[in-house]
């Protein structure tokens, strides 16, 4: 019921107050009518039951998306230095 | 990663499991230092499909728990409501429209799919706006939206009333069942009734919901860490969203504080959607609402204000709506389920006699219910 979905909006008809968003590949007509903010073609936007509800913030989204490499990325290099301290601490080396 | 957004990033990026795996370990190591259990309640029935579908409660330490809360609108559905689609659709010259999720939910006298077996029309649509096309291609026939859901759908509601008025369509009517998120989160930690005594409830934090607050914005939840001591994470509905809000809420609890916060930040703001928010003050007014499981819960739903009765199925059709109370199945522990103090295993009839085919109480109803969500995903539980 509330799993709404990302979309990008591909075209906008401004007299209707609707626009088409592509889904993943699927293209579909969405109404505009809740939007409170300025949207142009190549936004992004949340779609649920046939309404964009919301635009979805592209910096914010890209910052998560940084900050999960970030940790990521720590934790492989703690896991390699695990390995080479584990490898310095071998008898058999 | 490019410095540019893509729509798979959107999917993707927050359903990673290197990911998932990372706030694991982060939650694991933080949990270490709570020294007791930390019972957190997913509000939103979609979390609870994410969780269970993901397996989540298997990546957590023991000490991390989840309650399941009561948002699906189609689980709190009271019978007596759904009795009043089943009789609408039957009434004459009636289209009955709804969304998907309502079509398999048991009423006392049967669903909206048996009524459709016995000659009603009713149609479900993929927006609340198919409702006028519907309706102008069906000039003598009354349609008849029967409206579901928390904030997150209250709106486009509100957008096809104001369709409705402004090109003056004269045979669309409504059946309002909208229904508010603070209310019953407040009913589950402070309120007292024969059955159960809430004051007992195990609920330690709050995962807010996330569609509802795109709407309603974060402020909603703002009396949970101030006056009931609950901090509240409002997450977003990808298991990364879901890993990292828990992630958040358990930092709360070793640095010892309680607060509101946002982790789905792409969409929800502290204000939320004004313009959503509006439209609901103008067409709807608070109302007691009878919920599923948990009973009566004062200014918790929401019906049409009463300069638009003209609109108002419930109006219009009162000499046929059911005003009686139906109780719910006694074997049913729902109630119990959704203030957290059982889980579904623990009912008798869980997986013999109510199964999502042959639902008996409502956290069985819909894929988000707490109940349904064990029986297709409970293998995944530790």
């Known amino acids: 019921m509330c799993l709404s979905i990302p979309s990008k909006i591909k075209s906008i008809d401004s007299e209707m107050n609707t626009c088409i968003v592509d889904t993943m590949g699927v293209e579909r007509g969405a109404s505009l009518d809740l939007i409170d903010q300025d949207v142009v073609v190549g936004d992004y936007v949340l779609l649920h039951i046939g309404f964009a509800m919301n635009k979805i913030d592209e910096e914010d989204a890209m910052e998560s998306l940084k900050v999960y490499r970030e940790i990521i990325d720590k934790m492989e290099e703690e896991d390699r230095l695990a390995a080479i301290a584990e490898s310095e601490n071998c008898p058999n080396r | ?106 009423g006392s006298k049967g669903s909206l799919q048996d009524a459709r077996a016995k000659g009603a029309d009713v149609r479900f ?157 103008k067409y709807f007014k608070k109302v007691m609402f009878k919920w599923r499981g948990l009973g009566n819960i004062p200014t918790s739903g929401l019906e049409l204000k009463d300069e638009y009765n003209k609109y108002n199925a419930k109006e219009i059709y009162k000499d046929v709506l059911p005003i009686e109370e139906i109780e719910d199945h006694k074997l049913c522990i729902c109630g119990d389920i959704l203030r957290g103090i059982a889980n579904p295993p623990d009912c008798t009839v869980f997986g013999t006699a109510c199964k999502p085919t042959k639902p008996i109480g409502s956290c069985m109803v819909s894929s988000e219910g707490a109940c349904a969500a064990y029986y297709k995903y409970g293998n995944l539980l530790k």
């Open chain 2, 1 to 106: 990663m490019n410095d540019e957004l893509e729509l798979k990033d959107l999917y993707d990026g927050f359903r990673d499991a290197d990911t998932i795996k990372a706030f694991a370990k982060i939650i694991e190591e933080d949990a270490k230092k709570l020294g007791k259990t930390i019972n957190i309640m997913e509000v939103c029935g979609g979390h609870t499909h994410t969780i269970m579908k993901y397996g989540i409660p298997q990546l957590l330490p023991d000490n991390i728990n989840f309650i399941h809360g009561p948002g699906c609108p189609v689980c709190i559905m009271p019978k007596e409501r759904i009795d009043s689609a089943y009789i609408l659709s039957l009434q004459e010259d009636v289209i009955l429209v709804t969304l998907g999720d309502m079509i398999k939910v048991p």
């Open chain 2, 125 to 281: 649509v993929y927006s609340p706006l198919d409702c006028i096309k519907i309706a102008k291609e069906n000039p003598s026939k009354k349609v008849i939206f029967f409206a579901i859901g928390f904030e997150t759908t209250t709106p486009m509601t509100c957008s096809l009333l104001e369709a409705v008025v402004k090109q003056e369509i004269n045979n669309v009517y409504f059946h309002i069942n909208h229904v508010t998120v603070p209310e019953v989160m407040k009913e589950l930690i402070d309120s007292r009734d024969e059955h159960v005594d809430s004051y007992n409830n195990r609920i330690d934090a709050f995962l807010g919901p996330s569609h509802v607050s795109v709407i309603s914005g974060s402020k909603i939840y703002e009396q949970f860490p101030e006056h009931y001591k609950r901090p509240v994470v409002v997450a977003g509905f990808e298991p990364v969203d879901v890993m990292q809000a828990i992630s958040m809420l358990v930092k709360q609890f070793i640095e010892n504080r309680c607060e509101l916060e946002i982790e789905y930040k792409r969409l929800v703001s502290y204000d939320g959607n004004k313009r959503a928010q509006e439209m609901m003050d």
